[in-house]
């Protein structure tokens, strides 16, 4: 069965240590702890390219789930950045308080249509 890392993509590689991560967070401690499955029923996932639609499913390539309580819908602002753009003074964010975005309508996944190379 897929596993699901922190960062809310599923696990997609092998670290140095030999263990399942996700080489898209990685090296982000998220990217190497496991959570629990989320409930993907009634969820739908978007190639994160050309929003071609799939039920969501953790062995999709490079899956993300992006559903309540994922990292994504806790750490990224309304604005558009994550809440570490939010600590620095001078940061970039466009709004000057971090406001979780939330859930996403859809999960995010990459179908393969720009190829695999």
Known sequence: MTKIMECGHSANAINGDG???CVICYPD????TYIDMPDLDDR???CSMCGKEKPSNGNLPFFEWVG???HRA?????CGYYDV???KEGSVCKCKNFIAHGK???DRYY?????WD
């Open 19 to 21: 263990k399942e991560c």
């Open 29 to 32: 401690p998220a990217s190497m």
């Open 44 to 46: 739908i996932a978007k």
């Open 68 to 70: 309540t309580g994922s």
């Open 74 to 78: 806790e750490h990224m602002c309304k």
């Open 85 to 87: 753009g939010h600590e």
């Open 104 to 106: 996403y309508e859809f």
């Open 111 to 115: 179908c393969g249509c720009r190829g």
